[in-house]
């Protein structure tokens, strides 16, 4: 919430408070003499009953209505209040819902301030009476009355602090909502059994009702609790089927951050990566549900929460900021509170880090470090599938000596730029098509070995000069292709001239050892160059290689070798 806006909610609420409650005592005053003992055993029974509340969508929901549906037929609506106040307190700290959440203590403070004021306006307008009442239909249907006012105020004001105080944008029909009309219909009768029985009995009542009503509560409480566990379970198996099916390391991570922020309340979420056993590397950060660069590359592996979790190979979990303290200086945040650091184990070694943080503290549980334990085996084998899939690929496409792009890929290039091309007539396309002159005599004067080190130092030229206006191709053999894409055919020509005297200027060295002496040779290589250009020259894949083939042959091979040729030229 906004400074601004808790400004304003204390602000009211130091108001309204003293104001409403002195307004309900003097206009319905409470009758205690007498009933102190009994008053603070109902006090007693309502935070037992509101100690373990159920939550439902980030909503506590506590059968504390039935106690204070007897408290506020038999003493009135000003001892309902003061206990209701109280036991929010309670209900609160219950929760942990610390210092940096002060304001829910407001909110919910005037929410059952309001709550309580207009259900006695209404139970007392309809002639409700208060103490020993004989039982009746009148008595039961006010009683009704009473209550469904109390819940219907209690959504509404509910609904209007999610909207404008919390800027949440909810339904008005949530599930809170549904729960909310099951415990009060069930809470309802057991109210009214323990005003009867306490009117009649007295004390001993108390007891009689209040025990079955505290084991109810901690029955449905342990209920939803295995609902919830279950329901993250569900999501996990989704998520590791979801992580295996991904092919690039990227999406793999992309989707174990965003289903794992969705499950949990997660601040800050880093996935660490382990460099030669001795560092740490961060390679993915998430703050506030974004991802972002990380400013820090790495750092030492023996450090902070991450450096125990790497020698201990356990989660760990931590569920407020002191706890962090004994593992050392630690590079999360000041803010953080909780975390979950797990690590990312394969064939029994630590190939990463996971860490989950939260700027509350206690934020998680043990069930919440085992899901994630769980999904994080699933993301070790996920992250080793895309490597091993991008090396695959990588091999497939790519010429295992020069490490150029391979005629595989070239071919795929083609397709992807002439479908361009089809879409966008006045889009340009370049082809470079070059050969080694005398190849085989290199080949036979300094042995194979060396020839290869041609053909790799060539890549390397052509790699350097051509930068990032184009891509280079091993077409087979000693030949080579370079695709140029938005370069007109002047300047492909002009570019090509520059190839052909990056190669022919500069001598290439070779390790000369046919006659079992190591020795470097320098050796003068030229080439033959030819371009072609789409859709001038040709207007599909093939027709531009071969036209592009053809001035190379024609145009400088046949011309005296050393030159560039362009088709039609």
Same mark, same amino acid.
């Given at each position: 919430m906004e400074r601004k806006r808790q400004v304003i909610l204390w602000t009211g609420w130091a108001i309204l408070c003293p104001v409403i409650l002195a307004a309900t005592y003097h206009l319905w005053p409470p009758s205690f003499a007498g009933n102190m003992t009994d008053l603070i055993l109902f006090f007693i029974l309502m935070c037992l009953v509101c100690f373990k509340p159920i939550i439902v969508n980030d909503t506590p929901i506590f059968f504390v209505e039935g106690?204070?549906?007897?408290?506020?037929?038999?003493?009135?609506? /000003?001892?309902?209040?003061?206990?209701?106040?109280?036991?929010?307190?309670?209900?609160?700290?219950?929760?942990?819902?610390?210092?940096?959440?002060? $304001?829910? $203590?407001?909110?919910?403070? *005037?929410?059952?301030?309001?709550?309580?004021?207009?259900g006695g306006v209404f139970y007392e307008s309809v002639s409700g009476q208060h103490g020993k009442v004989?039982?009746?239909?009148?008595?039961?249907?006010?009683?009704?009355?009473?209550?469904?006012?109390?819940?219907?105020?209690?959504?509404?004001?509910?609904?209007?602090?999610?909207?404008?105080?919390?800027?949440?944008?909810?339904?008005?029909?949530?599930?809170?909502?549904?729960w909310e009309i099951f415990s009060s219909v069930m809470v309802l009768p057991v109210g009214i059994i323990l005003y009867l029985l306490y009117a009649q009995l007295g004390m001993p009542a108390i007891l009689y009702v209040g025990i079955p009503m505290v084991t109810l509560g901690v029955i449905l409480n342990l209920y939803y609790s295995s609902q919830r566990v279950n329901g993250y379970l569900q999501q996990a198996a989704e998520i590791g089927k979801q992580l295996t099916e991904r092919l690039e390391e990227d999406e793999v991570l992309n989707v174990f951050h965003e289903k794992m922020t969705a499950m949990f309340p997660v601040d800050y979420a880093y996935i660490i990566d382990i460099v030669d056993h001795s560092r740490f590397k961060i390679i993915r950060t998430l703050e506030n549900g974004a991802v972002r660069e990380s400013g820090l590359e790495s750092f030492p592996i023996e450090q902070g929460i991450s450096g125990y979790t790497y020698r201990t190979q356990k989660g760990v979990l931590v569920k407020k900021r002191s706890g962090r303290e004994?593992?050392?200086?630690?590079?999360?945040?000041?803010?953080?509170?909780?975390?979950?650091?797990?690590?990312?184990?394969?064939?029994?070694?630590?190939?990463?880090?996971?860490? /989950?943080?939260?700027?509350?503290?206690?934020?998680?549980?043990?069930?919440q470090l085992m899901i994630v334990e769980l999904l994080t085996a699933h993301l070790g084998v996920a992250i080793e599938n895309a490597r091993s899939h991008a090396h695959t690929k990588e091999q497939s496409i790519r010429c295992s000596l020069t490490k150029l792009y391979n005629y595989r890929y070239l071919e795929k290039s083609l397709q992807d730029e002439f479908a361009l091309l089809r879409k966008h007539p006045d889009r340009i396309l370049s082809l470079?098509?070059?050969?080694?002159?005398? /190849?085989?005599?290199?080949?036979?004067?300094?042995?194979?070995?060396a020839g290869n080190e041609v053909l790799s130092q060539l890549a390397r030229r052509l790699e350097r000069f051509t930068g990032d206006r184009g891509t280079v191709y091993r077409y087979g053999g000693e030949e080579f292709v370079i *695709?140029?894409?938005e370069m007109e055919k002047n300047a492909c020509f002009a570019f090509a001239e520059g190839v052909r005297?990056?190669?022919?200027?500069?001598?290439?060295? *070779?390790?000369?050892?046919?006659?079992?002496?190591?020795?470097?040779?320098?050796?003068?290589?030229?080439?033959?160059?030819?371009?072609?250009?789409?859709?001038?020259?040709?207007?599909?894949?093939?027709?531009?290689?071969?036209?592009?083939?053809?001035?190379?042959?024609?145009?400088a091979k046949q011309a005296g070798r050393n030159k560039v040729a362009g088709y039609g030229r």
């Open positions: 106690v204070a549906l007897a408290v506020f037929i038999y003493f009135g609506v /000003f001892a309902e209040m003061l206990m209701m106040q109280i036991s929010t307190v309670l209900v609160m700290l219950s929760l942990r819902v610390g210092l940096k959440q002060h $304001y829910r $203590y407001a909110t919910n403070s *005037l929410m059952f301030l309001l709550v309580c004021l207009l004989e039982f009746s239909l009148g008595f039961l249907l006010n009683v009704i009355g009473y209550s469904l006012v109390v819940w219907s105020v209690n959504h509404c004001l509910l609904h209007m602090a999610r909207l404008y105080l919390y800027q949440r944008k909810d339904r008005f029909f949530t599930k809170d909502f549904w004994e593992f050392g200086h630690s590079l999360l945040p000041e803010s953080v509170e909780s975390v979950i650091s797990v690590p990312i184990i394969r064939s029994q070694e630590v190939t990463g880090i996971v860490l /989950f943080t939260s700027n509350k503290k206690r934020a998680y549980e043990n069930y470079v098509i070059l050969d080694i002159d005398h /190849f085989k005599s290199i080949n036979d004067t300094y042995g194979h070995q *695709l140029l894409p005297n990056e190669i022919a200027s500069t001598p290439f060295l *070779l390790e000369q050892d046919m006659n079992e002496t190591k020795s470097r040779a320098a050796v003068p290589i030229t080439a033959s160059i030819g371009i072609a250009a789409a859709l001038e020259d040709a207007d599909d894949e093939l027709s531009l290689i071969r036209h592009a083939d053809r001035a190379m042959y024609v145009g």
